[in-house]
T-cell receptor, first 117, second 114 residues
Framework: AQKVTQAQTEISVVEKEDVTLDCVYE???????LFWYKQPPSGELVFLIR??????QNEISGRYSWNFQKSTSSFNFTITASQVVDSAVYFC??????????????FGQGTTLQVKP | EAQVTQNPRYLITVTGKKLTVTCSQN?????MSWYRQDPGLGLRQIYY???????DKGDVPEGYKVSRKEKRNFPLILESPSPNQTSLYFC?????????????FGDGTRLSIL
Protein backbone atom coordinates (compact mmCIF):
# COMPACT_ATOMS: atom_id res chain seq x y z
CA ALA A 1 0.00 0.00 0.00
CA GLN A 2 1.18 3.52 -0.64
CA LYS A 3 1.95 5.73 2.28
CA VAL A 4 3.96 8.80 3.19
CA THR A 5 5.20 9.34 6.72
CA GLN A 6 6.52 12.58 8.13
CA ALA A 7 7.43 11.56 11.64
CA GLN A 8 8.26 15.07 12.82
CA THR A 9 5.02 16.81 13.70
CA GLU A 10 6.62 20.07 14.79
CA ILE A 11 10.14 21.46 14.67
CA SER A 12 11.31 24.69 16.22
CA VAL A 13 14.66 26.25 15.38
CA VAL A 14 16.35 29.58 15.80
CA GLU A 15 17.04 31.66 12.74
CA LYS A 16 20.21 30.71 10.82
CA GLU A 17 20.12 27.13 12.03
CA ASP A 18 19.99 24.35 9.48
CA VAL A 19 16.98 22.06 9.67
CA THR A 20 16.09 18.78 7.98
CA LEU A 21 12.55 17.60 7.45
CA ASP A 22 12.20 13.85 7.11
CA CYS A 23 9.97 12.01 4.67
CA VAL A 24 9.67 8.23 4.32
CA TYR A 25 7.43 6.66 1.71
CA GLU A 26 6.03 3.26 0.82
CA UNK A 27 5.04 2.14 -2.64
CA UNK A 28 5.00 -1.01 -4.71
CA UNK A 29 5.35 0.89 -7.96
CA UNK A 30 8.74 0.98 -9.62
CA UNK A 31 7.94 4.32 -11.20
CA UNK A 32 6.75 7.05 -8.90
CA UNK A 33 7.20 10.71 -8.16
CA LEU A 34 7.89 12.58 -4.97
CA PHE A 35 6.98 16.15 -4.18
CA TRP A 36 7.42 18.72 -1.47
CA TYR A 37 4.87 21.48 -0.88
CA LYS A 38 5.02 24.42 1.49
CA GLN A 39 1.94 25.78 3.25
CA PRO A 40 2.67 29.18 4.82
CA PRO A 41 0.39 30.65 7.50
CA SER A 42 -1.73 32.25 4.77
CA GLY A 43 -2.85 28.73 3.85
CA GLU A 44 -2.02 28.25 0.18
CA LEU A 45 0.02 25.29 -1.03
CA VAL A 46 3.21 26.12 -2.85
CA PHE A 47 4.98 23.54 -4.99
CA LEU A 48 8.69 23.25 -4.15
CA ILE A 49 10.13 20.24 -5.97
CA ARG A 50 9.37 17.05 -7.88
CA UNK A 51 11.63 14.02 -8.05
CA UNK A 52 11.31 10.94 -10.30
CA UNK A 53 11.99 7.49 -8.87
CA UNK A 54 14.66 6.82 -11.48
CA UNK A 55 16.63 9.97 -10.71
CA UNK A 56 18.44 9.79 -7.39
CA GLN A 57 20.49 12.92 -7.85
CA ASN A 58 20.24 15.28 -4.98
CA GLU A 59 19.09 18.77 -5.75
CA ILE A 60 19.95 22.17 -4.39
CA SER A 61 17.99 25.34 -4.93
CA GLY A 62 19.36 28.27 -3.00
CA ARG A 63 19.02 27.46 0.71
CA TYR A 64 16.91 24.40 -0.04
CA SER A 65 18.28 20.94 -0.75
CA TRP A 66 16.73 17.54 -1.15
CA ASN A 67 18.24 14.12 -0.48
CA PHE A 68 16.50 11.25 -2.26
CA GLN A 69 17.57 7.74 -1.23
CA LYS A 70 15.68 4.82 -2.73
CA SER A 71 17.52 2.34 -0.53
CA THR A 72 15.85 3.81 2.54
CA SER A 73 12.71 5.09 0.78
CA SER A 74 13.41 8.57 2.01
CA PHE A 75 13.16 12.02 0.48
CA ASN A 76 14.44 14.48 3.05
CA PHE A 77 14.39 18.23 2.78
CA THR A 78 17.03 20.50 4.30
CA ILE A 79 16.82 24.24 4.78
CA THR A 80 20.19 25.85 5.32
CA ALA A 81 20.48 29.03 7.36
CA SER A 82 16.76 29.08 8.12
CA GLN A 83 14.82 32.33 8.12
CA VAL A 84 11.63 33.41 9.80
CA VAL A 85 9.89 33.38 6.42
CA ASP A 86 10.52 29.63 6.24
CA SER A 87 7.98 29.12 9.03
CA ALA A 88 5.27 26.99 7.48
CA VAL A 89 3.81 23.52 7.27
CA TYR A 90 5.73 21.35 4.84
CA PHE A 91 4.15 18.39 3.10
CA CYS A 92 5.85 15.51 1.37
CA UNK A 93 3.73 13.73 -1.24
CA UNK A 94 3.91 10.64 -3.46
CA UNK A 95 2.31 9.98 -6.82
CA UNK A 96 2.41 6.56 -8.42
CA UNK A 97 2.70 5.99 -12.14
CA UNK A 98 0.66 2.82 -11.97
CA UNK A 99 -2.67 2.48 -10.18
CA UNK A 100 -4.47 3.64 -13.32
CA UNK A 101 -2.39 6.81 -13.42
CA UNK A 102 -5.03 8.74 -11.52
CA UNK A 103 -2.66 11.56 -10.68
CA UNK A 104 -3.55 11.24 -7.03
CA UNK A 105 -1.10 12.77 -4.57
CA UNK A 106 -0.66 10.85 -1.34
CA PHE A 107 0.36 13.33 1.32
CA GLY A 108 2.19 12.91 4.57
CA GLN A 109 0.74 14.42 7.70
CA GLY A 110 2.90 17.51 7.38
CA THR A 111 5.68 18.99 9.51
CA THR A 112 5.15 22.38 11.11
CA LEU A 113 8.39 24.35 11.10
CA GLN A 114 8.73 27.35 13.35
CA VAL A 115 11.77 29.54 12.87
CA LYS A 116 12.30 31.96 15.73
CA PRO A 117 14.20 35.22 15.30
CA GLU B 1 -1.25 35.15 -14.22
CA ALA B 2 -1.61 31.36 -14.05
CA GLN B 3 -3.86 30.46 -11.20
CA VAL B 4 -6.46 28.21 -9.66
CA THR B 5 -9.30 30.22 -8.14
CA GLN B 6 -11.64 28.90 -5.49
CA ASN B 7 -14.74 30.54 -4.10
CA PRO B 8 -15.74 31.15 -1.44
CA ARG B 9 -12.59 31.33 0.69
CA TYR B 10 -14.58 30.95 3.89
CA LEU B 11 -18.08 29.68 4.57
CA ILE B 12 -20.02 28.91 7.71
CA THR B 13 -23.28 27.12 7.10
CA VAL B 14 -25.68 24.68 8.70
CA THR B 15 -26.27 20.98 8.34
CA GLY B 16 -28.31 20.01 5.31
CA LYS B 17 -28.08 23.24 3.36
CA LYS B 18 -26.71 22.48 -0.09
CA LEU B 19 -23.58 24.34 -1.07
CA THR B 20 -21.19 24.54 -3.99
CA VAL B 21 -17.53 25.46 -3.92
CA THR B 22 -16.39 26.68 -7.30
CA CYS B 23 -12.98 26.08 -8.81
CA SER B 24 -11.63 27.61 -11.97
CA GLN B 25 -8.22 27.40 -13.63
CA ASN B 26 -6.84 29.51 -16.47
CA UNK B 27 -4.00 27.22 -17.57
CA UNK B 28 -5.99 24.99 -19.93
CA UNK B 29 -5.18 22.00 -17.71
CA UNK B 30 -6.85 18.69 -18.43
CA UNK B 31 -6.53 17.33 -14.92
CA MET B 32 -8.33 18.74 -11.90
CA SER B 33 -8.96 17.39 -8.46
CA TRP B 34 -10.32 18.20 -5.02
CA TYR B 35 -8.63 17.50 -1.69
CA ARG B 36 -9.60 18.06 1.88
CA GLN B 37 -7.09 18.85 4.61
CA ASP B 38 -7.68 17.74 8.18
CA PRO B 39 -5.32 18.01 11.17
CA GLY B 40 -3.03 15.01 11.49
CA LEU B 41 -4.26 13.51 8.21
CA GLY B 42 -2.59 15.67 5.62
CA LEU B 43 -4.56 16.11 2.40
CA ARG B 44 -6.82 13.43 0.97
CA GLN B 45 -8.26 13.31 -2.49
CA ILE B 46 -12.03 13.57 -2.82
CA TYR B 47 -12.63 13.47 -6.57
CA TYR B 48 -10.62 14.00 -9.70
CA UNK B 49 -11.25 14.65 -13.36
CA UNK B 50 -9.02 13.65 -16.26
CA UNK B 51 -10.85 15.85 -18.73
CA UNK B 52 -14.26 17.28 -19.61
CA UNK B 53 -17.09 14.92 -18.65
CA UNK B 54 -14.61 12.45 -17.10
CA UNK B 55 -14.69 12.30 -13.31
CA ASP B 56 -13.88 9.63 -10.75
CA LYS B 57 -13.81 9.08 -7.01
CA GLY B 58 -10.74 9.64 -4.90
CA ASP B 59 -10.18 8.27 -1.42
CA VAL B 60 -12.93 10.12 0.46
CA PRO B 61 -15.81 10.81 -1.98
CA GLU B 62 -18.74 10.16 0.38
CA GLY B 63 -21.04 13.14 0.70
CA TYR B 64 -19.59 14.99 -2.28
CA LYS B 65 -20.40 15.40 -5.96
CA VAL B 66 -18.50 17.03 -8.78
CA SER B 67 -19.06 17.92 -12.40
CA ARG B 68 -16.78 18.83 -15.27
CA LYS B 69 -18.85 20.42 -18.02
CA GLU B 70 -16.09 22.79 -19.10
CA LYS B 71 -12.36 22.35 -19.03
CA ARG B 72 -11.69 25.31 -16.77
CA ASN B 73 -14.30 24.62 -14.07
CA PHE B 74 -14.59 21.83 -11.53
CA PRO B 75 -17.16 22.63 -8.83
CA LEU B 76 -17.46 20.63 -5.62
CA ILE B 77 -21.04 20.09 -4.46
CA LEU B 78 -22.16 19.16 -0.97
CA GLU B 79 -25.81 18.17 -1.37
CA SER B 80 -26.50 17.78 2.35
CA PRO B 81 -23.49 18.97 4.33
CA SER B 82 -22.77 17.47 7.72
CA PRO B 83 -20.42 18.57 10.53
CA ASN B 84 -17.83 15.92 9.59
CA GLN B 85 -17.34 17.80 6.34
CA THR B 86 -15.95 20.77 8.21
CA SER B 87 -12.50 21.06 6.69
CA LEU B 88 -10.11 23.01 4.53
CA TYR B 89 -10.67 22.23 0.86
CA PHE B 90 -8.24 22.61 -2.00
CA CYS B 91 -8.79 22.44 -5.71
CA UNK B 92 -5.81 21.51 -7.88
CA UNK B 93 -4.99 21.25 -11.55
CA UNK B 94 -2.13 19.98 -13.65
CA UNK B 95 -1.19 19.94 -17.29
CA UNK B 96 -1.80 16.27 -17.97
CA UNK B 97 -3.56 13.42 -16.28
CA UNK B 98 -0.12 12.25 -15.36
CA UNK B 99 1.33 11.34 -12.05
CA UNK B 100 4.54 13.23 -12.62
CA UNK B 101 3.12 16.68 -13.11
CA UNK B 102 3.15 19.01 -10.12
CA UNK B 103 -0.35 20.07 -9.24
CA UNK B 104 -1.16 23.73 -8.85
CA PHE B 105 -3.40 24.40 -5.88
CA GLY B 106 -5.96 27.07 -5.20
CA ASP B 107 -5.77 29.13 -2.03
CA GLY B 108 -8.20 26.90 -0.18
CA THR B 109 -11.78 27.12 1.07
CA ARG B 110 -12.42 26.82 4.77
CA LEU B 111 -15.85 25.28 5.38
CA SER B 112 -17.54 25.10 8.77
CA ILE B 113 -20.73 23.05 8.95
CA LEU B 114 -22.68 23.66 12.15
Amino acid sequence: AQKVTQAQTEISVVEKEDVTLDCVYETRDTTYYLFWYKQPPSGELVFLIRRNSFDEQNEISGRYSWNFQKSTSSFNFTITASQVVDSAVYFCALSEHGSGNTGKLIFGQGTTLQVKP
Amino acid sequence: EAQVTQNPRYLITVTGKKLTVTCSQNMNHEYMSWYRQDPGLGLRQIYYSMNVEVTDKGDVPEGYKVSRKEKRNFPLILESPSPNQTSLYFCASSSMSSSNQPQHFGDGTRLSIL
